[in-house]
């Protein structure tokens, strides 16, 4: 299968950050709150009553800098959600955007500031429209517009890395002229990734031929058998917070260290980049909790999941475990290691497990095995292929979700 470079290029981000970010965030309560209230685009507007003294800001520089300093590779930022509300002036294009507010422009700001920071931007469009009055009643008039739009951003924008389409699950069985569409972009920028979210029911599924990865949502990821597809393919899985996309004041439902970093392993095991979701407060600024977190789980990536970002081989899968090949060095991360601390009974530190059994694709010449989390070296024996390891329960002091361990060759 011929390889593509902007797709091996995607593939070796391993984490992207996603930002939704709009009126709504102003609301603070959820990207959908127009839609679950059934409100019209007046009703929806009229909680706005002063937008062109609003000042929508968000602060890019910031947002970038946490990004970079967190192993974020890639930054995925709404332009246009589903209430139509356009992030960009659209120079009359769009029936509302960003020009009847007193922030005049967004984008340039955090193309400019991605590409410093050497943070690849991509641009979030939400294909289905609650506002556009032709969306139910001309769809081929909305199209149109729509196209308008897609084109409007690729002149204006050209330093972009890709574009991520979302919402035409709503109106599957509608001709979405996906064809223009992709020809408007690869004419202004043809070495974009194109990115439609195939939605939850349809998660995983080859699309459109000019469409570059396949999406699942909440990292409900599926198995991937890349081999199955017409042409090279990426992965991507995108994850909320809590449980909504744009913020919401009232939302406890936060995910923990351990979730991201089992959701992140998820998707690095399959070769899919993960798509983190962080919240946006009606200030423009990220909330601090999630910042905690996120930077107590980049300490893991950084120390533990290094192998996982840029390139690496999969040689070994399991329903759990598995292991990697990257610069000559294997990397076997270990599930359901017990722990020296003190959660359901006590263990001590360094206990012994059973053996597990990898049968791997040829006998490795190993020359050390040791555990990345205390460099103690591990016991293990060889029986042709198949690579015995008995692995020890975590030092007290340590628990790092996953253990992994390093594998040298001679």
């Known amino acids: 299968m011929k390889e593509i470079l902007r797709v091996k290029n995607f593939k070796k981000y391993g984490l992207g950050l996603f930002i939704h970010y709009g009126l709504y ?3 603070e309560k959820g990207e959908w709150y127009m839609k679950m209230y059934n409100l019209s685009t007046d009703d929806y507007l009229s909680l706005f009553p002063k937008l062109n003294e609003t000042d929508l800001k968000l602060n890019i520089k910031s947002i970038v800098k946490f990004a970079k300093e967190n192993s974020f590779k890639y930054i995925t930022l709404t332009t246009k ?3 139509g509300f356009a992030l960009y002036d659209s120079n009359g294009i769009s ?4 020009s009847i507010t007193k922030t005049k422009d967004i984008l340039s700001e955090f193309i400019n ?3 410093k920071a050497n943070i690849d ?3 979030y469009y939400a294909t289905w429209d609650w506002s556009h009055p032709s969306y139910e009643t001309n769809f081929d008039e909305y199209l149109e517009y729509m196209h308008s739009n897609i084109e409007y951003l690729c002149k204006k924008y050209p330093n972009v890395k890709g574009y991520w389409f979302d919402g035409n699950w709503n109106k599957k069985n509608n001709d979405w002229k996906e064809d223009r569409l992709y020809k408007i972009i690869r004419k202004y920028n043809p070495n974009a990734m194109i990115i439609n979210n195939s939605g939850l029911l349809n998660a ?3 699309q ?6 396949i999406t699942f949502e909440q990292g409900h990821l599926k198995k991937i058998d890349y081999s199955i597809f017409s042409r090279d393919l990426a992965a991507e899985t995108c994850q909320t917070f809590n449980d909504h996309w744009g913020y919401a004041k009232e939302d406890f439902n936060f995910k923990s260290v351990k979730e991201l970093i089992l959701k992140f392993l998820m998707a690095r095991k399959q070769k899919a980049n993960y798509l983190l979701n962080l919240s946006v407060n009606k200030k423009g600024d990220l909330i601090n909790l999630e910042i905690e977190t996120v930077k107590k789980f980049s300490y893991w990536v950084k120390k ?4 996982l970002i840029g390139d690496y081989e999969l040689t070994y899968v399991l329903e759990e475990d598995f292991i990697v090949k990257k610069n000559h060095i294997y990397y076997l991360f270990a599930y359901n290691v017990t722990t020296g601390g003190h959660v359901k009974k006590i263990h001590l530190g360094g206990e012994f497990q059973e053996i597990r059994k990898y049968n791997l694709e040829k006998k490795l010449n190993i020359k050390n095995i040791s555990y990345l989390d205390n460099s103690e070296k591990v016991d293990f024996e060889q029986k042709q292929n198949e690579l015995l390891i008995k692995i020890k329960s975590f030092d007290y002091g340590i628990n790092t979700i996953v253990r992994v361990i390093k594998i040298e060759e001679e």
């Open 113 to 115: 500031e991605c590409n």
């Open 204 to 206: 995983g599924k080859e």
């Open 304 to 307: 533990y999941g290094y192998s």
């Open 95 to 98: 029936l509302y955007d960003i």
């Open 121 to 123: 931007p991509y641009l």
């Open 208 to 213: 459109h031929p000019e469409v570059d990865s």
């Open 25 to 27: 965030n102003q609301l």
């Open 81 to 83: 959600h589903h209430d």
